[in-house]
Antibody
C-alpha cells in the first residue's frame, strides 16, 4: 500500500523557515517523480514544486521560487521542502504528492501537514 | 501563465447527471486530470489523461476534452459524490502544474 506521510509543519513567524519532510513507502520511491502541492484554508489546490527521480529536473511555482527548495533522498525514501522567508500567505496545508508514471497527474497524496505563518 | 476556469458550484439531484467544466485555451492539446476532495481529506484522482479512470473509481465517472473545455461527467449522482472537484494540467510552456479553482458539487 502506497503511503506518504508529511511532517514538519507548525507555527512560524513571518520571515522564518521550516523544513517539511515526506516519508514514502509501499512503492519504489526512486522510480517516481514527486510534487509538493498546498491548499490555503478554504481555498483551492496550488501546485508548488516538482522534482524528477534523480533530482536533475526541478520546477517551482512563481509564488515560491527563490524562497522554497525541493529535494529528495532516494536512499531514505524521503521528499523535502525547505521553506524560507515565509509570509502570511504561505499559511496552508502542504501535501506531498506522487506523480503518475508517464504523466503529470498525481495518483497518491499524503494527508498533509499544516503550516501557519503568523506573528 | 496558463489558466483553468471552473464554475464555483454545481448542484444536482440524486440519480441525475452532473457535468463539471474546466476551461482553458486550447485545452484539447493538454492532458487533463480530475480530482475529488472531500472535507478534511486529501484529494483523490478520479480521471487522468482526459478520460481514463484509475482502478477503484466507479464507471459513473467519465471525462472528455474538446476545444477549450474539458468536462467531468458523473452519472447517477449519489450523496457520497458531494465534494470539491479540481481539474489539473501540466503547462509545458512554463513547466508549471496548474489547477483549476475547484467546483463544489452539491447533491440536493
Amino acid at each position: 500500500e502506497v503511503q506518504l506521510v508529511e511532517s514538519g509543519g507548525g507555527l512560524v513567524q513571518p520571515g522564518g523557515s521550516l523544513r517539511l519532510s515526506c516519508a514514502a513507502s509501499g512503492f519504489t520511491f526512486s522510480a517516481y517523480n514527486m510534487n509538493w502541492v498546498r491548499q490555503a484554508p478554504g481555498k483551492g489546490l496550488e501546485w508548488l514544486s516538482y522534482i524528477s527521480t534523480s533530482s536533475t529536473t526541478i520546477y517551482y511555482a512563481d509564488s515560491v521560487k527563490g524562497r522554497f527548495t525541493i529535494s529528495r533522498d532516494n536512499a531514505k525514501n524521503s521528499l523535502y521542502l525547505q521553506m524560507n522567508s515565509l509570509r502570511d500567505e504561505d499559511t496552508a496545508v502542504y501535501f506531498c504528492a506522487k506523480v503518475c508514471s508517464g504523466s503529470h497527474c498525481v495518483d497518491y497524496w499524503g494527508q498533509g501537514t499544516l503550516v501557519t505563518v503568523s506573528s | 501563465s496558463y489558466v483553468l476556469t471552473q464554475p464555483p458550484s454545481v448542484s444536482v439531484a440524486p440519480g441525475e447527471t452532473a457535468r463539471i467544466t474546466c476551461g482553458g485555451n486550447n485545452i484539447v492539446n493538454k492532458a487533463v486530470h480530475w480530482y475529488q476532495q472531500k472535507p478534511g481529506q486529501a484529494p483523490v484522482l478520479v480521471i487522468y489523461y482526459d478520460s481514463d479512470r484509475p482502478s477503484g473509481i466507479p464507471e459513473r465517472f467519465s471525462g472528455s476534452n474538446s476545444g477549450n473545455t474539458a468536462t467531468l461527467t458523473i452519472n447517477r449522482v449519489e450523496a457520497g459524490d458531494e465534494a470539491d472537484y479540481y481539474c489539473q494540467v501540466w503547462d509545458s510552456s512554463s513547466d508549471h502544474g496548474v489547477f483549476g479553482g475547484g467546483t463544489q458539487l452539491t447533491v440536493l
